[in-house]
């Protein structure tokens, strides 16, 4: 786990934001409420992997299983 994670985080809240204006000025809400929840998924996706390897390597740490 290095810092590039966080950075590519910032980058689809930053894609994600950009495309919901854009949706939003041509009156296509519906849309970019849609395209929110994906960027919420893909971002959630990514960090529910890193919480597993999280929990992972402390059952390694402490011998737990």
Known sequence: MDISIIFKIAAVGIIITVVCQV???SDREDIATLVSLVGLIIV???VIGMVGDLFAEIK???DLY
């Open 23 to 25: 949706l939003k000025k």
């Open 44 to 46: 959630l996706t990514v």
């Open 60 to 62: 390694q740490i402490f």
